[in-house]
């Protein structure tokens, strides 16, 4: 009775606010001015607020309870150029329609963007390399996971689930991460090994994804020593809205009939459904995700439950805080390598029966608030618990569970025109409690502070510094281990726009990661050979220093391209060093390198936006200053290619990628681990295509698409030993009303 | 990485020419429809791969070396006549390499063979020198062991070796010494 009580209660003061007098609302639809057509997914912010919505699939909008008064109001969508219509006056108790055409841009030059600066910016007033990647271009793609989502970001190849930017990471299998991760801008990075848990990102639930190239940590801290990645999620509508998103894929046959290795069809399925609402000032999503995917390899089956929940409420205009909670249940068999080049769809025998079973969570809170025109600042907290537990045929192997908390505080003031200051402090603690690491405590704090200068309108000047702190326990109230030095990173940045077509940037920064709790106090034999790692608690943390110079420049309307050259040093890098004598590894600061290269990048659209293409290409130069050899496991080339074409209700889309062979690996890994065959690499050459029919013209708010990943069905791998997917054939389903 | 290139500065040049789109996708299609990647190995001819270490300065003089070969077989113990038997059984017991009338080359220090063989169990790998070139006596006193590889846990008798199908058993060992040679026979 009480708890009846309490909902009744509950609503009543959510219907109190809802029903707020004196409000009024603003509602219309927006259209692309070439072709009429109604757009969905277009941002509309009322500036100066915390006010917004989205298009939904019918290309209108609706934003609820504005109090009376006069607004300027943002429409903004990626491949559009952005567009403010000023002085738009709510009245009391009144809808007021606004609908607005949009004019297509060939990129997101004027594409707002939150992660080079910690605060909303356009791609042209950022002084380093950023691209970005929108919910559309992962529905296109079937992206599954958050790793699959970036293959085709200029500069970013992936070894596996390791993610490397501009040739920052060689293989650590998961241990230490050197791009940071971060979910609306909190880290999200396990507290054991310090890897990225890409599985438990929410997918379906992305807005967007920002990648900034170079050195980070002036500005995030540890591990953004080769770049930061930040998922934005998607905000809560004004109106209700369920979605939801099937894809069944059917993976062909490898190759090779020595390497197929099942009789049955091998499927990979999965989906999500969600629900939004918003009532008042309250607004709410539900979404509850299923993967099954049976795998073209033995043993490596993956199951994946996912729940996701976010809670906002407005207490004003200017004031609001969100509550995101995210939980994934995962089940996946083992499949370090593969038994040997004659059997590459197999594991090695050790690892058979072998399966891992995960729980990884986080909650996270934020509150945000708008306290004049010029000063803005907001809370956040994030707690990130990982459980897993490795079996050996239904045997209980090793255990671990971590538990990672940060809180931030960051204030963002204008203190005078085109002078922004941007300061924050953060904290952190980290408990970890397994049987291969050990249970260690560990506490860290940071502070930023950054200073962006127009003295000109041509001119943008960027400062910024940060220092951080940290310290890990071997044991809780026992003395310190493993110190780490207090860091100190600066960054400057420049940015120079001659003519409205053209933009140069310059920057510098510096980056570092701490050592990982599982590189400090791993101590396990690995039960795949005789092979045991040892503790090493006495390492440093890495450290990198970022250059880059480079600009934009429209050729015509239609014609974009943009050219970086960078260099980056890197200095301690951990390694896991092997012995071949004592059948050892440990993880050493070994390695200082020196990475250099250039990006160049052509965007362009062609029969009046009927075609549109995105080239890329990425020269690295991978160097190891210790012997003067090419700096193992990093490509020297990239290049990406993406054409896309609109007809009408149908869409269509061809991608290629290619990775050059990774020119130096660690010999002694191979032998030792050992990896049978383990030597053999080819470049990455691959080619995806998909097809999708839009049915929203008859009267259909549902997206059916046809997508075959690795169309020539070329067998490669990313990382050492392991066959990369075969050709794969997805069909999918996408909906919301 | 050159036709990455190409593919780079073709692709510049349509899209500067924006008159040819589909020249583009036809050169992207061509570009992934170019074959290659990983493979799997050749098939392994089944046998048997190794070295014979001779003891330096122990060789014969040329004039009483007629051919040394190795010897692989089924069946143990044996003598020189079940050698020549062995051969010509149906099926064969015993394989010679190199084939009869020719020789593992004199006067060396070492030799690294492959020794193609189907796959089976073999209880006797050896090292023979043919001392008479009168190979019509079918085999007595014909032959006469001067190695064998040796079972790793007594090195007194002989080791037995499996093939497997499709694989080469490797790390098989043999030490000549012509002036000690193992007890005949075999």
């Not at chain 1, 509550?323 to 197999?346: A, C, M, P």
């Not at chain 1, 050979?529 to 220093?545: A, F, G, H, N």
Request: net charge negative.
């Amino acid at each position: 009775m009480k708890q009846y009580a309490f909902y009744i209660a509950f609503f009543c003061i959510l219907e109190s606010t809802s029903a707020q007098p004196n409000a009024g609302s603003l509602t219309g639809s927006v259209t692309d001015t070439k072709t009429q057509e109604l757009l969905t997914g277009v941002n509309i912010i009322l500036r100066g607020t915390l006010r917004g919505t989205t298009t939904d699939v019918h290309g209108t909008y609706l934003v609820k309870d504005i109090p009376a008064g006069t607004y300027d109001v943002l429409f903004s969508c990626i491949g559009y150029t952005a567009d403010t219509v000023h002085q738009i006056s709510i009245q009391d108790d009144k809808e007021l329609r606004l609908d607005r055409p949009l004019v297509p841009a060939l990129i997101q030059a004027e594409q707002v963007i939150v992660t080079a600066g910690r605060r909303e910016q356009s791609l042209r007033e950022v002084p380093v390399s950023v691209s970005t990647v929108s919910s559309q271009m992962i529905a296109d793609h079937v992206s599954v996971t958050l790793d699959d989502a970036l293959r085709y970001v200029p500069g970013v190849n992936m070894m596996q689930d390791q993610v490397n930017i501009r040739g920052s990471s060689g293989y650590s299998r998961g241990v230490g991460s050197r791009v940071l991760i971060l979910i609306d801008g909190l880290p999200y990075i396990t507290g054991d090994t310090g890897e990225i848990p890409w599985e438990t990102i929410p997918m379906f639930q992305i807005d967007r994804i920002e990648v900034v190239k170079g050195a980070g940590s002036a500005l995030y801290g540890s591990s953004a020593l080769g770049g930061v990645i930040n998922v934005i999620t998607k905000e809560i509508r004004e109106t209700p809205e369920v979605r939801f998103r099937l894809f069944s894929g059917i993976y062909d046959k490898p190759k090779y009939a020595e390497w197929d290795w099942s009789d049955k069809t091998r499927s990979n399925t999965g989906g999500f459904i969600s629900y939004s609402n918003r009532v008042g000032s309250f607004g709410y999503l539900f979404s509850v995700s299923r993967m099954v995917d049976d795998s073209y390899r033995e043993n490596d089956l993956y199951h994946r439950w996912g729940v996701y929940s976010k809670f906002n409420y407005n207490f004003s205009q200017y004031q609001s805080v969100s509550l995101t909670t995210n939980i994934q249940w995962r089940n996946h068999g083992n499949f370090f390598w593969w038994k040997s080049l004659s059997e590459v769809t197999r594991p090695a025998d050790s690892q058979l029966g072998g399966e891992v079973n995960s729980t990884r969570g986080n909650v996270s809170l934020s509150y945000k608030e708008i306290v004049s025109d010029r000063f803005f600042y907001s809370l956040k907290a994030i707690y990130f618990g990982n459980f897993w537990q490795d079996n050996i045929y239904g045997r209980v192997g090793n255990t671990a569970s971590s538990h990672t908390t940060q809180v931030e505080a960051q204030a963002t003031v204008e203190a005078s025109h085109g002078h922004v200051i941007t300061s924050g402090i953060v904290a952190n603690y980290d408990r970890i409690i397994t049987d291969i690491f050990g249970s260690h405590p560990g506490v860290g704090a940071g502070f930023y502070l950054q200073d962006e200068l127009t003295p000109v309108p041509s001119l943008k000047l960027t400062g910024g510094i940060r220092y951080d702190w940290q310290r890990i326990w071997k044991e809780i109230f026992a003395s310190p281990a493993a110190s780490s030095p207090s860091q100190l990173n600066p960054k400057i940045g420049l940015v120079l726009s001659p003519s409205p077509t053209t933009t140069l940037r310059a920057s510098y920064g510096e980056g570092f990661r701490y050592p990982s709790m599982s590189e400090l106090f791993t101590s396990v034999n690995t039960g795949l050979s005789q092979i045991t790692i040892v503790p090493s608690d006495s390492l440093k943390p890495e450290r990198s220093v970022s250059f880059e110079i480079g600009g934009s420049q429209w050729l015509s309307e239609r014609i974009f391209l943009d050219l970086a050259f960078f260099q980056n040093n890197y200095s301690d890098l951990i390694e896991a060093g092997v012995n071949p004598t004592q059948f050892i590894i440990q993880f050493k600061n070994v390695t200082r390198a020196r990475i250099r290269g250039f990006e160049f990048g052509i965007k362009a659209d062609m029969f009046n936006r009927f075609l549109t293409t995105d080239l890329s290409y990425t020269f690295i130069d991978p160097v190891d200053l210790n012997d003067n050899t090419v700096l193992k496991f990093r490509p020297r080339h990239l290049f990406y290619a993406s054409v896309n074409t609109q007809y009408y209700q149908w869409r269509m889309e061809l991608d290629y990628r290619y990775v050059s062979r990774v020119e130096a690996i660690d010999e002694n890994l191979v032998r030792l681990a050992p990896i049978v065959d383990g030597e053999h690499r080819v470049p990455c050459s691959v080619g995806d295509a998909g097809i999708t029919y839009n049915f929203t013209s008859l009267g259909l708010p549902l997206n059916i698409g046809l997508t075959i990943k690795n169309l020539s069905n070329y067998s490669y791998v990313e990382l050492l030993g392991n066959l990369s997917p075969v050709r794969t054939y997805y069909l999918s389903v996408e909906s919301a009303w | 990485m050159i036709r990455a290139l190409l593919l780079v500065h073709a692709i510049c040049t349509i899209v500067l020419s924006p008159m040819k789109p589909f020249t583009f996708i036809f050169l992207c299609l061509l570009f992934v429809s170019c074959d290659g990647g990983l493979e799997p190995p050749p098939p392994v001819e089944p046998g048997l791969s190794g070295s014979i270490l001779f003891t330096q300065s122990t060789w014969p003089p040329a004039d009483s070396l007629t051919s040394i070969m190795l010897v692989a077989s089924k069946i143990y113990p044996l003598d020189s006549a079940m050698v020549f038997s062995g051969l010509f059984s149906n099926p064969p017991s015993i394989f010679l390499y190199p084939e009869i009338g020719k020789s593992l080359p004199f006067f060396v220090d070492s030799i690294s063979f492959v020794f193609p063989l189907h796959s089976g169990t073999y209880k006797y790998i050896g090292v023979i020198q043919q001392v008479s070139s009168d190979i019509l006596t079918r085999g007595i006193r014909v032959f006469k062991v001067v190695g064998f590889y040796k079972d790793p846990n007594n090195l007194s008798l002989p080791g037995s070796v499996i093939i497997n199908e499709n694989s080469q058993t490797t790390g098989i060992h043999i030490q000549v010494d012509f002036r000690n040679p193992p007890p005949q026979p075999f």
